[in-house]
């Protein structure tokens, strides 16, 4: 391998959700977005199905995106479960990103592959996401939940039923520099057989 180990663990370590009351104004390079994307591409995939499909949301678009995540939000959530900081987020962190890309899943029909593994595979493409923007100086936010999932939202991306929502990705510069985080050791999640 000619990568440099240290490099890549750093990457990887110092990726963090960055949400959009915290990202800056600052335009993002359409190169960029599409190491992004690229890098998406490279996550393993049982039997090359490339399952992933991207829906790239900038400038004027990500007003329509808004809107539709703010209705939708007061479509789902009514009465005592209408949450207003919520239905604002819904409604205004799309214009704080420079970019928002919804991430589906097409599924392969007459596969053998289960469901299940194409979904998989398009969780590690997000992955792979993650920390090409982290790589750039790119602040992300992964975004799921009940909207993300609905059968609305797959409209919306004019998705087929068998096809499923992954997730939204906000990408902007960050206003400050992130801090450092920690995570607990591997070894108290880990249980070694045979154990060289």
Not at 108 to 131: D, G, Y
Not at 132 to 139: D, P, T
Not at 152 to 174: R, T, W
């Amino acid at each position: 391998m000619t990568n440099d180990l240290n490099s890549i663990f750093s990457t990887i370590k110092n990726r963090r959700t960055i949400y959009p009351p915290a990202y800056s104004d600052k335009k993002l390079d359409k190169k960029d977005i599409e190491k992004i994307l690229e890098a998406a591409t490279w996550a393993p995939n049982h039997g090359s199905t490339e399952p992933w499909r991207f829906f790239i949301f900038q400038n004027a678009s990500r007003q329509n995106l808004a809107d539709f995540l703010g209705e939708e939000y007061k479509k789902q959530f009514r009465g005592d479960l209408y949450n207003d900081r919520k239905f604002t987020n819904a409604s205004t962190w799309p214009l704080l990103a420079q970019a928002v890309i919804a991430v589906g899943m097409k599924r392969t029909l007459n596969s053998k592959i289960p469901k299940i593994e194409e979904e998989r595979a398009v969780a590690c493409a997000i992955q792979n996401m993650l920390l090409m923007s982290g790589e750039l100086g790119i602040a992300s936010y992964w975004s799921t939940g009940k909207v993300v999932y609905s059968e609305a939202m797959k409209s919306f991306l004019k998705l087929e039923d068998e096809d499923e929502v992954i997730g939204l990705l906000y990408f902007a510069y960050p206003k400050e520099k992130t801090l450092k985080k920690t995570r607990t050791p591997f070894t108290k999640y880990t249980q070694w057989y045979d154990e060289l």
